[in-house]
């Protein structure tokens, strides 16, 4: 069982960056594929970034990455998500993500979630 816990998230004005964490349990972060998808009110959820198990590879919406960057620690057992230029349109909840399959954690979302942390961008 792969227990997720994100970190974070907070309130900033736009054009600031922040670099949002998942932290996990044991030795998952060399076992499975990571992601981070986000959903703001009233919409769907939807794909922001994934990365390999072995770090090596990334994925982006469009593959086009834009002004977030994936990347991990395995000594720390730790994701993260540095977003920069923040926009208002980037307000969501942000979930971290982890699978065996790369293609469900770069897609739709694969089998283990987090509880999301909380992105607020004002203008």
């Known amino acids: 069982q792969v227990q997720l816990v994100e970190s974070g998230g907070g309130l900033v004005q736009a054009g600031e960056s922040l670099r949002l964490s998942c932290a996990a349990n044991?030795?998952?972060?060399?076992?499975?594929?990571w992601g981070w998808f986000r959903q703001a009110p009233g919409k769907e959820r939807e794909f922001v970034a994934a990365?390999?198990?072995?770090?090596?590879?990334?994925y982006y919406p469009n593959n086009k990455k834009g002004r977030f960057t994936i990347s991990k620690d395995n000594a720390k057992n730790t994701v993260f998500l540095q977003m920069d230029r923040l926009k208002p349109e980037d307000t969501a909840v942000y979930y971290c993500n982890a699978d065996i399959n790369i293609v469900a954690v770069s897609t739709t979302g694969g089998s283990y979630w987090g509880q999301g942390t909380q992105v607020t961008v004002s203008s």
């Open positions: 044991g030795r998952a972060l060399g076992i499975y594929n």
């Open positions: 990365i390999s198990k072995s770090g090596g590879t990334t």
